[in-house]
Nanobody, 115 residues
Framework: QVQLVESGGGLVQPGGSLRLSCEAS????????MGWYRQAPGKQRELVAL???????NYADSVKGRSTISRDNAKNTVDLQVISLKPEDTAVYYC?????????WGQGTQVTVSS
């Protein structure tokens, strides 16, 4: 069982930046593929970025070039930094842990990009 707790959401002005953090419980964090997803009102949940146990990253086209996902296996954390925020980045952001058939989600953190 893995528990995920997100932090760092809030209200950000367009053009601003944010850093989301996810802390995971469990002793085998380093083996999990970790990801950040988001869900805007009326839309399906979508992948934002993921990072494998080996540090390989993948980004959605919508955030490519302005986001960075990173992990610290010693601290059981995965962070997402996004710059040049746009109103369309407004969503609830969820941390995700995936290992084989095991998939875990955090409760989400709201990010609102508005002036």
């Amino acid at each position: 069982q893995v528990q995920l707790v997100e932090s760092g959401g809030g209200l950000v002005q367009p053009g601003g930046s944010l850093r989301l953090s996810c802390e995971a419980s469990g002793s085998i964090f380093s083996r999990y593929v970790m990801g950040w997803y988001r869900q805007a009102p009326g839309k399906q949940r979508e992948l934002v970025a993921l990072i494998t146990s080996g540090g390989i990253t993948n980004y959605a086209d919508s955030v490519k070039g302005r986001s960075t996902i990173s992990r610290d296996n010693a601290k059981n954390t995965v962070d997402l930094q996004v710059i040049s925020l746009k109103p369309e980045d407004t969503a609830v952001y969820y941390c995700n842990a995936h290992l084989g058939l095991y998939i875990y989600w955090g409760q989400g953190t709201q990010v609102t990009v508005s002036s």
